[in-house]
């Protein structure tokens, strides 16, 4: 285990050092690797940074993963509502939803920055 700890982070950490960076980022969010690692500060810092690391590690599939799954819901509901689905009534969104989708596509089809580009249907449906 003490390998896979020194790739996660080889640094060796003062006790200031520990204080300081419990300090900075709240003996709330440490708590819980503070009860993990018996409360011994570095180990719970190691067990904090793992879990950044495993996090990160993740980020990418699951960005791809949620990419692929919305497309793949774009997919259904245009070929049962048409390719503005998000407008149709008949899709069961509620109304709300529905005022929420129209008062995007207004604000992003406004036209008054010289960034906004003109919003279709098909660029809705390449996103």
């Not at 200031?16 to 709240?26: D, K, M, N, P, V």
């Not at 719970?44 to 993963?65: D, E, I, K």
């Not at 049962?80 to 109304?95: K, P």
């Amino acid at each position: 285990m003490a390998e896979r700890e020194a790739d996660v982070n080889p640094f060796s950490y003062t006790e200031e050092t520990l204080e300081e960076i419990e300090g900075a980022l709240s003996h709330e969010r440490l708590h819980p690797y503070l009860d993990a690692a018996g409360g011994n500060r570095e180990r719970a810092l190691r067990l904090y940074l793992w879990n950044t690391a495993a996090s990160a590690a993740f980020y990418g599939p699951l960005q791809g993963l949620e990419v692929v799954l919305r497309n793949a819901i774009h997919r259904q509901l245009s070929g049962r509502y048409g390719s503005a689905w998000y407008t149709n009534l008949d899709t069961g969104l509620d109304r709300g939803t529905l005022g929420r989708i129209q008062q995007a596509i207004a604000e992003l089809t406004r036209g008054d920055s010289p960034n906004d580009i003109p919003l279709s249907h098909k660029w809705v449906e390449r996103c």
